[in-house]
């Protein structure tokens, strides 16, 4: 899996858990625009869900930046899956 993404502001350079299926890692983005790349060996594993925990997901009006109040921990830009 390939990950392009933008973190939002509390959760810079802090974890975030990436879970399919069983399986679980972590990784972090930095400032600005970030590519990771993961693999998972699924092996048969059937998985019919993505889970992308961010550490501290916080709203633009929470943090004073303005009203909007949906909660944000990265935002996607692109997202590749490979075998």
Do not use: C, W, Y
Request: proline fraction near 4%; hydrophobic fraction near 40%; avoid cysteine.
């Amino acid at each position: 899996m390939v990950l392009k993404a933008r973190s939002f502001v509390p959760n810079v350079d802090q974890d975030i858990v990436v879970k399919i299926g069983s399986h679980e890692q972590t990784f972090k983005l930095k400032q600005g625009v970030s590519e990771v790349t993961l693999g998972f060996d699924l092996g048969s594993e059937s998985v019919n869900s993505i889970e992308l925990l961010p550490h501290d997901a916080k709203s633009p009006a929470e943090l004073g930046i303005n009203g909007d109040t949906r909660k944000l921990g990265l935002g996607f830009i692109q997202l590749r899956f490979f075998q």
